[in-house]
């Protein structure tokens, strides 16, 4: 599949000025929802083309914003990871630049949905707010989750209770959400740990076995499952008709009633819930409804 330019439509604005994406095209003709894809710490590798690649064959449009595209994983990352935790800045206009970028095609039916990977798990929440429905995979929370989980969209988020690095995590994004009274389905997996979804291991070399240790890596059985959610709750929420091939209602409300296509909305337009609203890092507890362990009885069991 081709790397296409977004930097139009960052270029003299926040975002990066040579913001590059990876584009994945669902088989026969449209229109189709469309999907962003935010990439883990490691960037836009093969495994995360390979995840773009399963949701165009599930019938969307898909596209990958590459957030290190001016200056590599080693120059971005802190920059990447410093816009998640302020809720702003960079990164998060890269990927609405993606988010307008499907949009403005003649085959998009004007519906987009977030699905993120570890680093990009968190912008798939934080960045809930802005899309129709939000997939994200063992994310880190928001320190304001209940303001964020109050303006979110739809969510299905999956986690691995062997990941340290997220333990309660699961929990606490399941009772906000609940609070908030947004549709989710988030579900923690026994077996599983942080990047379960992938199909082999990544990023260095020297660091996998270091990774391995602390639970980090493909779990299959549990991927499958979480696949099949994903896909069932894109298409429920995402799809006309209840699949991904509907075409959106004509005048509906795009992710909240944003601006016109083509428009990105900077760190000072963001509504209630997303200025500022900070993530929780490794091992710390976010602000939302439940710590880490908690339960509350009058919620579902995950």
Request: net charge negative; with cysteine.
């Amino acid at each position: 599949m081709p790397e296409i330019d977004l930097s139009d439509l960052t270029r003299g604005g926040d975002g990066s000025p040579n913001l590059r994406a990876y584009l994945a095209l669902p088989e026969g003709e449209g229109p189709w929802p469309g999907v962003v894809v935010a990439h883990e710490a490691f960037g836009v590798d093969e495994q995360m083309r390979l995840h773009a690649d399963r949701m165009a064959r599930a019938g969307y449009l898909t596209v990958v914003p590459d957030l290190y595209s001016d200056g590599g994983m080693l120059r971005c990352v802190r920059g990447v990871m410093r816009a998640l935790g302020a809720g702003h800045g960079r990164a998060f206009t890269d990927l609405l630049a993606g988010r307008e970028w499907l949009r403005a095609r003649g085959d998009c039916t004007g519906k987009v949905g977030v699905i993120g990977f570890c680093l990009g798990g968190g912008f798939a929440i934080a960045a809930a707010p802005d899309f129709d429905a939000s997939a994200p995979n063992y994310g880190f929370l928001p320190r304001d989750l209940q303001a964020v989980a109050a303006r979110s969209c739809p969510v299905v988020a999956s986690y691995g209770a062997k990941d340290r690095q997220l333990r309660g995590a699961a929990n606490e994004l399941r009772g906000a959400l609940y609070e908030a009274q947004v549709p989710n389905d988030v579900k923690e997996y026994p077996h599983a740990g942080h990047s379960f979804l992938n199909e082999a291991p990544n990023g260095p070399k020297p660091l996998r076995v270091v990774m391995r240790a602390m639970g980090t890596g493909p779990h299959p059985e549990s991927a499958a499952d979480a696949w099949q959610r994903i896909e069932a709750f894109f298409a429920e929420h995402l799809g006309e008709d209840g699949g991904p091939g509907g075409r959106a209602a004509a005048g509906g409300d795009r992710a909240g009633g944003k601006g016109p296509v083509g428009e990105i909305r900077t760190a000072g337009d963001r509504g209630p819930g997303m200025q500022g609203s900070g993530t929780q890092g490794p091992g710390t507890q976010g602000s939302g409804t439940q710590g880490a362990g908690a339960k509350d009885e009058g919620l579902p069991d995950l």
